[in-house]
Nanobody
Framework: QVQLVESGGGSVQAGGSLRLSCAAS????????MGWYRQAPGKQRELVAL???????NYADSVKGRFTISRDNAANTVDLQMNNLKPEDTAAYFC??????????WGQGTQVTVSS
């Protein structure tokens, strides 16, 4: 079963930047989509960005132009570069991966806090 470990969360002032990283292990048949969801207190989990095995990307409208997702297929890692952060970006961020055998693996979550 694929396991995901995240790193890179933290606290930053508005306008600042953070980079989230996620590494997958126990990968047997590759990974299709990888990406990030986030969940703020009292809100539903929402898709932030995803990237396909072929590097196609999809972003939430609220982060377009500020966040960039990238992946390394050989290393089974996915990164999220977050620039010009806003207080409304404050949330727990969860890495996800769709293994080649199917299903979805989730990371444990990492907190991002943006102060005004």
């Amino acid at each position: 079963q694929v396991q995901l470990v995240e790193s890179g969360g933290g606290s930053v002032q508005a306008g600042g930047s953070l980079r989230l990283s996620c590494a997958a292990s126990r990968v047997s048949f590759g990974i299709n989509n990888m990406g990030w969801y986030r969940q703020a207190p009292g809100k539903q989990r929402e898709l932030v960005a995803l990237i396909s095995r072929g590097a196609g990307t999809n972003y939430a409208d609220s982060v377009k132009g500020r966040f960039t997702i990238s992946r390394d297929n050989a290393a089974n890692t996915v990164d999220l570069q977050m620039n010009n952060l806003k207080p409304e970006d404050t949330a727990a961020y969860f890495c996800f991966a769709n293994p080649g055998l199917g299903g979805t693996a989730w990371g444990q979550g990492t907190q991002v806090t943006v102060s005004s």
